[in-house]
């Protein structure tokens, strides 16, 4: 994978806000079956199970319940079929070309070697944006229980014009996200969703 670091991150920023690039459509409120009972604690914050479809669960925090109008939201992807390295690797590589193909800006992608008793695990951070939005995304994937998995720390900044608003909030809190992100496990209560 590509390696690059937070350097430079303004000026790829405010590419990124004014390409406005596609990116999914934000869902209406809590649905799909969530279970509002499933909780995990994330960088000093609770997060609530909100929506599940297959494979995905996104959890946000409390007081953002809407997710049309999220903050901060953690997802995780479980991708059964994944039963080693080679297979993570790949599932990696082909999330980092979907959000290319997404018009997303690269900021980081780093991968951390396979050592005894432990697969490698793999990095993507990027800048994806709408005209109503930019999203700062940090995804790392790793094996679980013996099945592949992304968990992913998305955080948001509403306008037109917000690129400065996200540099700032990436040069505070990419770094030590990041490193929280890449020592965090799922609780094993997450098991009834599939991990």
Same mark, same amino acid.
């Given at each position: 994978?590509?390696?690059?670091?937070?350097?430079? &991150?303004?000026?790829?920023?405010? @590419?990124?806000?004014?390409?406005?690039?596609?990116?999914?459509?934000?869902?209406?409120?809590?649905?799909?079956?969530? /279970?509002?009972?499933?909780?995990?604690?994330?960088?000093?914050?609770?997060?609530?199970?909100?929506?599940?479809?297959?494979?995905?669960?996104?959890?946000?925090?409390?007081?953002?319940?809407?997710?049309?109008?999220?903050?901060?939201?953690?997802?995780?992807? =479980? !991708?059964?079929? &994944?039963?080693?390295?080679?297979?993570?690797? #790949?599932?990696?590589?082909?999330?980092?070309?979907?959000?290319?193909?997404?018009?997303?800006? &690269?900021?980081?992608?780093?991968? &951390?070697?396979?050592?005894?008793?432990?697969?490698?695990?793999?990095?993507?951070?990027? =800048?994806?944006?709408?005209?109503?939005? @930019?999203?700062?995304?940090? #995804?790392?994937?790793? @094996?679980?229980?013996?099945?592949?998995?992304?968990?992913?720390?998305?955080?948001?900044? !509403?306008?037109?014009? =917000?690129?400065?608003?996200?540099?700032?909030?990436? /040069?505070?809190?990419?770094?030590?996200?990041?490193?929280?992100?890449?020592?965090?496990?799922?609780?094993?209560?997450?098991?009834?969703?599939?991990?």
């Amino acid at each position: 994978m590509l390696k690059t670091n937070y350097i430079g &991150v303004v000026l790829i920023i405010l @590419l990124c806000a004014l390409a406005g690039s596609a990116q999914k459509a934000p869902r209406g409120s809590a649905q799909g079956g969530a /279970k509002k009972e499933t909780t995990l604690d994330f960088n000093q914050t609770q997060y609530l199970h909100r929506w599940s479809q297959n494979d995905q669960h996104e959890f946000t925090p409390q007081h953002q319940e809407d997710l049309s109008k999220w903050i901060d939201m953690i997802t995780i992807n =479980v !991708y059964r079929q &994944v039963k080693d390295g080679g297979g993570l690797a #790949a599932v990696a590589n082909q999330v980092l070309e979907n959000y290319k193909s997404h018009r997303g800006i &690269v900021i980081k992608t780093d991968s &951390v070697p396979a050592a005894a008793g432990r697969p490698a695990e793999h990095l993507i951070v990027v =800048v994806l944006g709408t005209p109503g939005f @930019l999203e700062a995304v940090q #995804a790392r994937f790793k @094996l679980i229980n013996g099945k592949g998995a992304a968990i992913i720390h998305s955080h948001r900044v !509403y306008g037109k014009e =917000v690129g400065n608003e996200m540099s700032e909030w990436l /040069k505070l809190n990419g770094q030590s996200l990041e490193k929280t992100l890449m020592s965090w496990d799922p609780p094993p209560s997450l098991s009834s969703l599939g991990l």
